[in-house]
């Protein structure tokens, strides 16, 4: 297991819109790029992106108002925002093109970079979309009572204050049902939480959930109308996106590659990394 503070040892801030936005970009081959989910950072993918770094060149980076990156409070945190600021970064990084990787949140910036590329305004080429425990499908979405708790406007504010680790801990529990982590785990997922008081912003970045809803029936077209490959690696025991999705995308996107992961939760990749790099590795490779 990489440790938070080795991960940020080895990375780089760049300039993105007058914030410092924490990056790691490591490897040579064909490129791949990970995207985080809420509410955590690219030290998700540590073990999967050093892995296949031994043969790939590997991009992740934390968004702004997560991880190591800066978390202004007047930042506008939209969706649609994050991807235009996704495509900034890989832009000053030198990234034009490659395979996506992405989990929770991430796979609602990867559908926008679809639509993006089906509107011809993308700015990066996508040889394949590799969606992880993201709710795709916007009217299959089951979000935690927290979540629900957080985008409320009177209350919304006030639970996110009270946010703390033993409360992290506990959420975390439900998601992980095969290998719980380790208290070093726990504590280095918190530790990029709440850098700077990322926690207080949660309800900020929980934008996504209402526009996944407005936009929902775009995000899915681009599914359907885009030339990329589509993959989908699931952990099938996830009650918020797991074998549901994978069973809707399994019916309704028969071209793409459905990889379910028996007994894993909402983090496969965290979870069980052998296994994840496993699949990754196989839907990487194929044609």
């Avoid at 690219?42 to 992740?60: E, K, P, Y």
């Avoid at 900034?88 to 990867?110: M, N, P, Q, S």
């Avoid at 719980?180 to 207080?200: C, H």
């Avoid at 996107?253 to 965290?270: D, F, N, R, S, T």
Wanted: aromatic share 8%.
């Amino acid at each position: 297991m990489t440790r938070i503070n080795e991960w940020w040892e080895r990375g780089a801030f760049i300039d993105v819109e007058g914030h410092q936005i924490f990056t790691r970009l490591e490897g040579e081959g064909p490129t791949l790029i990970f995207l985080h989910g809420f509410p955590t950072s690219s030290h998700d993918w540590a073990d999967v992106f050093l892995d296949l770094a031994r043969d790939h060149r590997c991009v992740t980076f934390d968004y702004l108002g997560y991880g190591a990156s800066d978390k202004p409070v007047d930042a506008d945190y939209s969706s649609m925002k994050q991807t235009s600021r996704v495509l900034k970064i890989l832009r000053h990084l030198g990234v034009t093109e490659g395979a996506v990787i992405a989990h929770d949140l991430g796979g609602i910036l990867l559908q926008q970079l679809l639509h993006r590329a089906v509107e011809g305004e993308a700015g990066l080429a996508i040889h394949r979309a590799v969606f992880s425990n993201s709710s795709v499908f916007p009217d299959l979405y089951n979000p935690t009572p927290m979540q629900l708790a957080l985008v409320d406007p009177e209350q919304g504010r006030q639970i996110a204050q009270q946010i703390n680790q033993p409360m992290l801990e506990a959420a975390l529990t439900a998601m992980f049902p095969t290998h719980v982590p380790a208290p070093e785990r726990i504590g280095d997922l918190w530790k990029a939480i709440s850098r700077n008081d990322g926690q207080l912003l949660w309800p900020d970045h929980l934008v996504y959930m209402r526009e996944r809803a407005e936009q929902g029936r775009l995000l899915v077209e681009a599914m359907h109308s885009t030339s990329s490959g589509l993959s989908f690696i699931y952990g099938l025991s996830d009650g918020i996106s797991g074998a549901h999705i994978l069973a809707r995308a399994e019916a309704d996107l028969p071209e793409a590659e459905c990889i379910g992961l028996a007994g894993l939760g909402h983090y496969p990749q965290v979870e069980a990394p052998t296994d994840y790099i496993r699949a990754l590795r196989a839907t990487l490779g194929r044609a």
